[in-house]
């Protein structure tokens, strides 16, 4: 009985208050923080009730002021049908009364903060909202930060992370279906569309597939991403996740569809485009001429960082002959002395600065920065100085470097891009290098999200790709992507001054 | 089913690596870079001397970088070929002819004909097209490099970033470079010059620089142009790019300096029967750079007059360099030929075999037309 999970169709017992109590107690054995209170009306002392809750669920004065109080001072008629009614009707302050027998609910509702009352002579019981908690308050996103645009971020809670699109979009065609998933977590969960735009092929197919997850727990949208995607083995994610309440509402009116789950900032949305790790938040928000310089450059960030460190390989190993003479002579001059070959070198600056980067990530705050940066001037300026590595080196692992940062959300896949490219290049030069890249191509083109494929209508006429290697200006995007949605008119007129 | 497509997969990944036949992986430090060649007949019983110089790039241990030094390595072959392989046992390391700046040939090898010793360039991948070549007026070409560093800095990277500047410094020079002197030995009506580099001497030393003109017939060496035949070679070539040409009231006065900003020349064969004359129009563009005599031309006679004058300059010399090198040598460096042929190839193919006694006997009808565009002097009061 206590390891139970599932109440699906379990009733309490009957109408006896104790057994009633003992029953619920069997169910939540070894749980102290259940909190039992036994109450009889101060009228009339054969009127027994009794309240159980969660400890730390629930809001006190709530439960005090709107819950309790009542019942204590409410003159209850001789003549009723059905306490629990009459107390869900005439009695409770509390907003949300739901009255069941049904032990499913019951242990839900407690689970999730609500109370239960009991009363002695009823089969039946009154579920009570009385949630209240701590969440973290609303604050702006560590890694998705703006100069220019909204502050807000999502937090744990998903009903503050609801009205916080609701609040951007205020249509009832904004529908809000709720889920759960987890079979020990019970998390819920929230689809969010515009109905009149959302692609409902996308819609259906995400519906199915979320219908197929049975896992325990589901304690991040990682979780669910990981479990629904379409090439599960892939390193490249096929499902967007944001933090920022207006980059979903974006996505929403792009006709895309999104996921909330409770206990997690991290909101997931779909069909997911590549070119949406290139777009920053802050592209729409900014002038368009440098919020489309910005797109450039981390599209260009993305091929150097992946490419870079490879190029360097080949050239200096393979094609001697296409380096320009001065730059070949102290290249050779910088790699004298050296004991390794070039490939070990730039291997080891490769990982060293992987690690610095993650051990920066993972110190608080200004810990974190003096490691990186002492640990990036001494390895950096010693290896060179004791002929480890040449200097040379020490600019490529570094451009490459922060070109990989430039793009945040790619970052995983960057790394291992480079590193397949660098071990095809120096092994084959730069037809290693052109065969890594072509590779990479197919992968990325021949991938799907819900049907929709990953790298969107890039090779498309220019006309379609407003919003992929630049940001067109708001009164040039008059439609929606075409592969979003079939429901296009954005604006029915551009509306440009004249 | 799927094992198998994953290895058929692994198989064509590993058979792309094994089976380019391109696997050419080399470490920069493991080879020399060679900064020029000179090629000089053998002193040991060898047809050939190769003498390299490449670039020493080793620190010694040091932190700091240290400046580039030359370093000479020599040795003797059969071939060319068994010469340069030759080196690269002597030196320990894979030479690395790349970047590779010149080649220069010592007198007595271009007049045993440039043709055999050319071929290993124009076949061995490594060396480029672009390679430039020189004759050493010099005993040997070797010692050029041997003795040229003024203080161990490789002698070739020197001589290519002269020879960059030189021409338009002087007009007196121009590179050739492999493959337009392989478009002279083997191509239409032009025989090949190649440039000259000698030593110039100081009390305490010497120093390369490139003067005149080394004159071939066919691939042999036959003779030189000094400095100002060379100017005017060039000229007539349409090869001009800059320099000083000095002017006066008659032909050979040297009164005014006029700095050539533009040239150009056009050579066009006039063809009446069997008669064949060559129309060469030299246009030139200048600026006014100096009149040192005191005669003060320029107020006096007005630019018109100096223009003229320079014309009849230009047109005389011009002609006597064209002369000179009928009557000495009879090849035809300035590629009339080349022009002849290009305009009738069927004349051409009657008169090419004998085409050196022809062009001993051609007539050249040379005009000049000289610009000056400026006079660079803002006049104070009362000057005269």
Request: proline fraction near 4%; charge should be neutral; charged fraction near 25%.
């Amino acid at each position: 009985m206590a390891s139970q999970d599932n109440f699906k169709g379990a009733k309490l017992p009957c109408e006896k208050l104790d057994a009633n109590v003992r029953y619920i107690h069997s169910v939540f054995s070894d749980d102290d923080t259940l909190v039992t209170r036994f109450l009889s009306s101060p009228f009339d002392s054969a009127l027994k009730f009794c309240l159980i809750y969660a400890n730390g669920m629930v809001n006190n004065k709530l439960l005090n002021d709107d819950v309790i109080r009542p019942l204590l001072q409410y003159r209850f008629p001789e003549e009723h049908d059905g306490l629990t009614r009459l107390i869900a009707q005439n009695v409770m302050f509390s907003d949300d009364v739901k009255q069941t027998d049904d032990m499913e609910a019951i242990v839900q509702g407690i689970v999730y903060g609500d109370t239960v009352l009991l009363a002695d002579g009823c089969a039946d019981s009154l579920v009570l909202n009385t949630k209240g908690w701590n969440t973290r308050s609303i604050e702006e996103p560590e890694s998705e930060r703006v100069l220019r645009g909204p502050r807000e971020g999502f937090n744990e809670s998903m009903l503050v992370n609801l009205s916080m699109i609701r609040r951007r979009i205020r249509t009832p065609d904004l529908k809000f279906r709720f889920l759960t998933f987890g079979r020990k977590t019970r998390t819920k969960a929230c689809l969010c569309y515009l109905d009149s735009v959302v692609n409902k092929h996308v819609l259906e197919e995400l519906k199915k597939r979320l219908a197929t997850i049975d896992i325990d727990g589901t304690l991040d949208t990682e979780y669910i991403m990981e479990l629904i995607r379409d090439k599960p083995y892939s390193p490249v994610e096929t499902i967007g996740s944001t933090e920022r309440p207006d980059v979903v509402a974006g996505r929403l009116l792009e006709g895309r569809v999104a996921l909330v789950l409770d206990g997690t900032p991290q909101v997931m949305t779909v069909p997911f485009l590549l070119i949406e790790d290139f777009q920053s938040d802050e592209d729409y928000c900014l002038n368009y001429y440098f919020a489309s310089l910005g797109r450039i450059l981390r599209i260009l960030a993305f091929l150097i960082s992946t490419g870079l460190p490879a190029i360097y390989v080949a050239l200096a190993t393979f094609h001697q002959d296409i380096l320009p003479a001065p730059l070949l002579i102290s290249i050779s001059q910088a790699r004298d002395g050296v004991p390794f070959p070039t490939i070990l070198e730039i291997l080891f600056m490769l990982v060293v600065f992987e690690m610095l980067r993650e051990t920066g990530a993972r110190m608080p705050g200004i810990m974190g920065q003096t490691l990186s940066i002492v640990g990036a001037l001494v390895i950096g300026q010693a290896a060179v100085t004791a002929k480890i590595v040449s200097a040379p080196i020490i600019i490529i692992v570094g451009i490459a470097g922060i070109t990989g940062l430039m793009v945040p959300r790619l970052k995983s896949f960057t790394i291992l891009v480079r590193f397949t490219m660098l071990a095809l290049a120096s092994v084959l030069g730069l037809y290693g290098f052109l065969y890594g890249r072509v590779a990479l191509l197919i992968l990325l083109y021949g991938m799907d999200s819900f049907g929709v494929p990953l790298m969107g209508n890039s090779t498309e006429k220019l006309k379609n790709t407003k919003d992929i290697y630049i940001r067109a200006p708001w009164w040039m995007m008059i439609t929606r992507p075409k592969e979003l949605t079939k429901n296009r008119i954005r604006q029915n007129r551009g509306s440009k001054k004249k | 089913m799927r094992a198998f497509k994953i290895f058929t997969a692994a198989a064509l990944a590993v058979s792309l690596v094994f089976l380019t036949g391109c696997w050419d992986y080399r470490e920069v430090e493991d080879m020399y870079i060679v900064g020029g060649i000179a090629i000089d007949k053998g002193t040991q019983g060898h047809p050939y001397r190769v003498t390299a110089e490449v670039l020493d790039l080793s620190s010694g241990g040091s932190e700091k970088q240290s400046p580039i030094k030359g370093k000479v390595l020599e040795s003797e072959g059969e071939t060319v070929s068994e010469a340069i392989a030759a080196l690269s046992h002597r030196a320990n390391k894979t030479l690395y002819y790349g970047d590779c700046k010149m080649v220069i040939f010592s007198r007595d090898i271009a007049a045993d004909g440039l043709s055999g010793v050319l071929d290993w360039m124009n076949r061995d991948p490594q060396p480029r097209f672009t390679i430039q070549a020189y004759v050493s007026q010099e005993q040997t070409a070797g010692e050029i490099l041997l003795k040229g560093s003024p203080n161990g800095q490789p002698i070739t990277l020197l001589i290519s970033k002269a020879m960059e500047k030189a021409a338009s410094y002087s007009g007196k020079s121009q590179a050739v470079e492999l493959y337009q002197l392989d478009n002279f030995l083997w191509g239409e009506g032009q025989s090949a010059t190649l440039p000259d580099i000698r030593f110039h001497r100081y009390e305490d030393g010497v120093e390369p620089e490139l003067y005149g003109t080394a004159v071939f017939q066919g691939d042999r060496y036959i003779g030189e142009l000094d400095d100002q035949e060379s100017f005017y070679f060039l000229f007539i070539t349409d090869n001009n790019s800059g320099g000083i040409f000095l002017t006066g009231e008659k032909p050979d006065d040297k009164d005014i300096s006029l700095k050539i900003r533009k040239s150009s020349t056009n050579v066009e064969p006039v063809i009446s029967g069997n008669n064949i004359r060559m129309k060469i129009k030299i246009r030139m563009e200048t600026s006014y750079d100096e009149e040192c005599s005191r005669k003060n031309l320029l107020k006096n006679k007005g630019i018109k007059t100096i223009e003229q004058y320079a014309e009849k300059s230009l047109v005389k010399r011009a002609g006597q360099t064209v002369d000179t090198v009928q009557k000495k040598y009879g090849s035809d460096i300035f590629g009339f030929g080349r022009k002849i042929y290009e305009k009738d190839p069927d004349l051409w193919k009657k008169i090419k075999p004998e085409w050196n006694r022809h062009f001993r006997d051609l007539k050249c009808d040379i005009s000049a037309e000289v610009v000056i565009t400026d006079t660079g002097f803002a006049f104070p009061k009362g000057y005269e």
